[in-house]
């Protein structure tokens, strides 16, 4: 800052912006605005400091910005020279200075830092880029203040190979904030590396703070005899460190001078054939690893392992060199059968330019091969460049060798054999030992191919577990959950699980294991309240879920993942202050997978007050090998850590186990193969526990001798038929045992699934039956029956252990002491499910089992000789999601609804009966229209707080609940019937709803007792 004004200097800074030529005109602007004292004036003076001959700067101005209190002055460089093809080192500087006579200068005038029309301006003030007004942009941009690196010179020429070295000239220009260095690559072009100039040892150039100015690196050069010619290389600039930028020239050129004019040619003369970056002379007859004419080792056998070189043809002329053989690398000599050309070259080297080809090794007889590679062209000097190679080829010893896999198809419940053969096509005999996979395996997100950390949080939507509101809930495990698909757990499928307040849980449902002190795995359960077996532990430690501010949830996240949560739970020492002290809460959850995967992941963690106290890992069948322990008493957790625990693939596990191992050894798992001989390794593959229609793989591991394989891996996949369908559609009275009913022509058992794309017609149970699993997509609904018409017996029953998809057409119970329950998964996305007409049938829902609405009809009731049937839902939540879902009460009764509503989706109640909501808490925010009939509130907050109400025809019944809703919509005549019974419904401004003039009677209005 001068006397009442600025000064500035603003460098004219060449950057690769600035193409190498003459500039006419170069121009910036300076803006501000005058303080308005009358009788003052700001004026403007420049000077150019470090400019060419030639060079000069010119003031224009000042200039009003139209009708604005903003002017400007403009300052041109004029004759502006780039040295064309190189970064000029001359810095041209315009010291310039604004200074108002009179008034007071204030740098709150200074305008350097607006936008005034087209025209950017900037606030760095002595940094000011230059902007081509004629070009309307910016050249160049801010200085940065750690300055450029760049070579002095685009090209650097040694007047003589006898100079010894080359001196190549790097520079800092600008900035000089920090240390800065970058480093320097050398690259042959005709002058090659090794040959004609050699690669220094330190190639890093370095700046200290504040330092700017030129560094050097000396390029030794190698004076040879050989007339060359001008040859060069390229030296290239990277790797800047300290913030410092790449100038307009990182790239050079670097010519060497030859002083051999007249003397003999160079060896490789205007052709030359490198390998490794080495210079292979012509007529070379000692193979060298170096430069790769030494193949090396390689075996020999059936399938001879094959080592692989690439060559590359340089060509130093300023003319095309033609490749004129046939082939164009030719191999000849005492073992040239043994090499081969993989890929050839073209047939021109272009020129100072190079091509590269590829040459095997693989030998077909042990000890030393050779031969030798000729190159025919157009070179006068060498028409047919050649040189030596030379291999080693090694007798093979045993060689394992094993054609494909297993494939097997099996009957659910049934067993097999199936072999693989091993051959031994070496000169030595082969030891083998064969594995099937054990356990699991578990991986962190920290490590290599671990899993991602990707916190699903359902604190808010799950289903409620432990929720407690006036004490804590301790060393409890609840009740059965039905999960929506079915967990490979150690090679059984599991479809229940029971969680633990202490950070586990269990597949075993007989259980009533509610144990808080954490053991080593394995151990042998039923003692001391142990967990007895199928047990997962996330976090296994004395836990305590707190009023108020725990949670312990479980929910389907997606199709194949169920997450269950413990949500800011804290130690039980901590029991009395954790309440208020978020400090001592921590969250962690276990991602159960359908694929078999377990993740256990970490939102928090909080070392325990007994000093890490806590255990992590996998539990099956109490200590007999099908265990895995990830930590004990070790701090083995992290905030921010996901772990997944794989099964071996598709669930095979320990053979010692039980009979649901799918793939066991039949015979010797280890053994000797003579020469020339062969082995059959037998296996034996049960589908007893595994599911129709699926394809379970694993592979089969030997270990062997073959230095060449030490390890194979077998593929091995087993298929379990059993994916049912009817053999024919609208048939009536099918008798479930009898095979031509069903596709393929089988009766399904139980662990069988369904896939009924075959629709309409009947199906008589004759029996209690039951299926794994059942998706129904077909064009009408299949009924099922008790007994056949003259049948005898009652009671038959249908029970769906996995997990049922009705898409289209549906599922019926019908008449005739029919009984069709639902332990797994009931997803009701299109047609229809439930009862059909005239039905005396039973329909039960397990409970806690997921329950999906996204679309379809619920058939809830039926009547059969004057006797209602109803519906048994269960405990539990009920997802509605989309649009379409029906829950239809035909009969004129009343069907108890005992499950929660959540999700987002609408529903409808159809048929004249009443449906009695009972499921409390309910937390849907979807549409819930009554088309007919009566919804009854049969409990508290049972709609949800956001959803709304449509009544379109139907009639709500208060039945003297207080119930509150987001909406109230009437689209047709519709009912609320108060019932003489103190209630009330509380609803938000509904202004915006369209009752489309029609009539709401409310009715059971009694004075004194009611009110509206």
Not at 294 to 304: C, E, L, R
Not at 704 to 721: E, G, K, M, R, Y
Not at 725 to 734: E, I, M, T
Not at 739 to 764: E, F, H
Request: aromatic content about 8%; overall charge negative; glycine content about 12%.
């Amino acid at each position: 800052i001068i006397s009442n004004g600025v000064r500035l200097q603003v460098a004219l800074n060449n950057r690769a912006s600035l193409p190498a030529r003459e500039i006419n005109t170069l121009a910036f602007r300076y803006y501000y605005t005058p303080d308005g004292v009358a009788g003052t004036a700001v004026t403007a003076t420049a000077a150019l400091i470090g400019g060419l001959s030639g060079e000069t700067i010119s003031v224009h101005g000042p200039t009003q910005v139209g009708a604005t209190s903003t002017w400007f002055y403009e300052f041109r460089y004029n004759n502006a020279y780039i040295v064309p093809g190189e970064y000029s080192r001359y810095r041209r500087r315009a010291q310039i200075d604004i200074v108002q006579s009179g008034g007071t200068f204030s740098l709150s005038n200074d305008h350097s830092g607006d936008t005034v029309a087209a025209n950017a301006t900037y606030t760095t003030i002595g940094d000011m880029p230059v902007y081509d007004f004629a070009a309307g942009k910016l050249l160049g941009g801010f200085e940065p203040t750690s300055g450029y690196i760049q070579w002095r010179r685009a090209h650097f020429n040694n007047a003589n190979e006898h100079a010894g070295s080359i001196i190549l000239v790097a520079e800092r220009v600008g900035g000089a904030a920090g240390p800065v260095s970058a480093t320097a690559a050398l690259t042959s072009g005709s002058a090659i590396a090794g040959a004609d100039f050699t690669i220094p040892g330190n190639l890093t150039l370095s700046w200290a703070d504040g330092e700017t100015g030129e560094k050097t690196l000396s390029v030794p050069i190698v004076e040879d005899p050989y007339d060359e010619g001008r040859h060069y290389f390229t030296a290239t600039l990277s790797g800047l460190t300290g913030g410092a930028t790449a100038g307009l020239v990182t790239e050079a050129r670097v010519s060497i001078e030859d002083n051999d004019f007249g003397g003999s040619p160079d060896p490789g003369g205007l052709i030359q054939v490198m390998g490794n970056s080495l210079i292979i002379a012509h007529n070379d007859i000692t193979p060298s690893p170096a430069d790769h004419t030494d193949f090396g080792s390689a075996t020999t056998s059936y399938a001879p392992s094959e080592v692989t070189r690439t060559y590359t043809i340089k060509n130093n002329d300023a003319a095309p060199i033609n490749l004129t053989g046939s082939p164009r690398v030719q191999i000849t000599g005492a073992n040239a059968s043994e090499f081969a050309l993989v890929t050839p070259p073209p047939a021109t080297v272009p020129a100072e330019g190079s091509v590269t080809f590829q040459v095997k090794f693989a030998p077909t007889t042990a000890g030393t091969r050779t031969a030798t590679l000729s190159i025919p062209n157009s070179n006068p000097t060498i028409p047919a460049y050649q040189f030596a190679v030379k291999g080693f080829g090694t007798a093979p010893g045993p060689v394992a060798q094993i054609a494909g896999g297993i494939e097997a198809t099996l009957a659910p419940s049934s067993s097999g054999s199936a072999s693989v053969t091993l051959n031994n096509l070496g000169s030595a005999s082969l030891t083998w030992n064969g594995t099937l996979p054990l356990n699991y395996t578990a991986t962190s997100s920290s490590s290599p191919g671990g899993p991602a950390y990707e916190w699903i949080d359902i604190s808010i939507t799950g289903n409620v577990i432990w929720a407690p509101t006036v004490s804590w809930e301790d060393d409890t495990t609840s009740s059965a959950i039905s999960l929506p698909f079915a967990i490979p757990f150690y090679g059984t499928n599991r479809s229940q699980m029971k969680v633990c307040t202490n950070g586990w849980l269990t597949f075993d449902t007989a259980t009533t294991a509610n144990d808080w002190s954490n053991l080593i795995i394995p151990f042998s359960g039923n003692t001391n309240s142990r967990p007895s077996s199928q047990a997962v532990f996330p976090w296994w430690d004395d836990l305590i879920v707190l009023a108020n501010v725990s949670k312990v949830l479980w929910k389907q996240v997606d199709p194949d993942t169920v997450a269950i949560t413990w949500h800011n739970v804290s130690y039980y020492v901590w029991r009395s202050t954790a309440g208020s002290n978020p400090a001592q809460r921590f969250s962690f959850q276990v991602l159960l997978k359908r694929n078999g995967d377990i993740i256990c992941q970490y939102k928090d963690v909080l070392a325990s007050p007994d000093s890490n106290r806590y255990t992590i890992g996998l539990q099956n069948a109490n200590a007999t090998g099908q265990w895995l322990q990830y930590a004990y008493n070790t701090p083995s957790a992290e905030t921010g850590v996901a772990l997944r625990f794989s099964p071996p693939p598709n669930g095979n596990h320990d053979p010692a186990g039980t009979t649901a191992n799918w793939a066991v050894f039949s015979g010797a798992t280890s053994g000797t193969t003579a020469i020339t001989a062969n082995t059959s390794i037998g296996l034996t593959l049960n589908t007893t526990g595994l599911v129709s229609g699926q394809t379970y793989r694993t592979d089969l591991t030997l270990a062997t001798n073959d230095p060449a394989h030490p390890s194979i891996q077998v593929p091995v996949s087993l298929t379990v038929s059993g994916l049912y369908n009817l053999a024919s559609a609208g048939v009536a009275n099918r008798a479930w045992d009898t095979a031509a009913n069903w596709s393929p022509a089988v009766a399904p058992g139980p662990a069988d699934r369904w896939n009924l794309t075959t629709g309409g017609g009947s199906i008589d149970l004759r029996g209690n039956r039951s299926l794994g699993a059942a998706t129904v997509n077909a064009a009408s609904a299949v009924t099922v029956h008790g007994q056949g018409l003259g049948g005898s017996g009652s009671g038959s029953s249908l029970t769906l252990n996995g997990a049922t998809l009705i898409q289209q057409g549906g599922l019926r119970v019908g008449g005739w002491n029919a009984a069709l329950h639902v332990n797994g998964a009931l997803t009701l996305s299109g047609g229809s499910f439930g009862f059909a007409s005239g039905s005396n049938g039973a329909l039960t829902l397990a409970d806690n089992s997921a329950f999906t609405l996204s679309g379809g009809t619920f058939v809830t009731a039926a009547t059969y000789l004057s006797v209602n049937y109803f519906t048994s839902f269960g405990t539990g939540d009920v997802l509605v999601s989309g649009t379409g879902s029906v829950l239809q009460v035909p009969v004129a009764g009343e069907q108890p609804f005992t499950r929660r509503f959540t999700g987002n989706g609408s529903w409808t109640k159809t048929g004249p009966g009443t449906l009695a909501l009972s499921g409390a808490g309910a937390s849907h925010s979807g549409v819930v229209q009554v088309d007919a009939g009566a919804v009854k509130l049969a409990g508290q907050d049972v709609l949800g707080d956001a959803s709304t109400l449509r009544l379109n025809g139907g009639t709500l019944a208060l039945n003297g609940y207080a119930e509150t809703i987001g909406a109230l919509d009437v689209d047709a005549d519709s009912t609320m019937d108060l019932g003489g019974i103190a209630g009330a419904l509380v609803f938000a401004d509904s202004s915006a709803q369209t009752w489309a003039g029609s009539a709401l009677a409310i009715t059971g209005y009694v004075p004194g007792v009611n009110s509206v």
